[in-house]
């Protein structure tokens, strides 16, 4: 069970290692950031360079946004095996639909408990 912890900090520590990277060296925004994590994952997830990845590493994998990507794709691609284009379009849809709705209802929590304020530079 330690090795899976250690794998799992590995592998989401590396992604998150490049994310900075990019942050430090390149004059992205956070938004641009994020979509390039996401395309890369759901490019990978479609070439099947990203499915051995979440298999060795699990939620080191999965939890950060490139792993959202993944998830899209392999929804689409399975859907779109027993559905055809349709499936397509609504099996990535359906395969994030609960970590989608999660982020909304626990961001709405949030924004109610806590009062965000604009930082003074």
Known sequence: MLLT????????????????IVINFTHLTNGKILVIFLIAGAILQGLGLYQPLLEFAGAGASIPISG??????????????????????????????????????????????????????
Do not use: D, H
């Not at 912890?5 to 900075?20: E, P, R, Y």
């Not at 609504?90 to 930082?119: D, E, M």
């Open 68 to 121: 959202f990507g993944a998830s899209l794709v392999k929804g689409a691609v399975e859907a779109s095996e027993r559905n055809g284009v349709i499936g397509a379009f609504l099996g990535g849809l359906q395969a994030t639909a609960l970590g989608v709705s999660v982020a909304i209802v626990f961001g709405y929590v949030v924004a109610l408990l806590f009062t965000p304020k604009t930082k003074k530079m």
């Open 5 to 20: 912890f250690v794998k799992a900090f590995l592998v989401g520590g590396t992604i998150c290692m490049i994310g900075q």
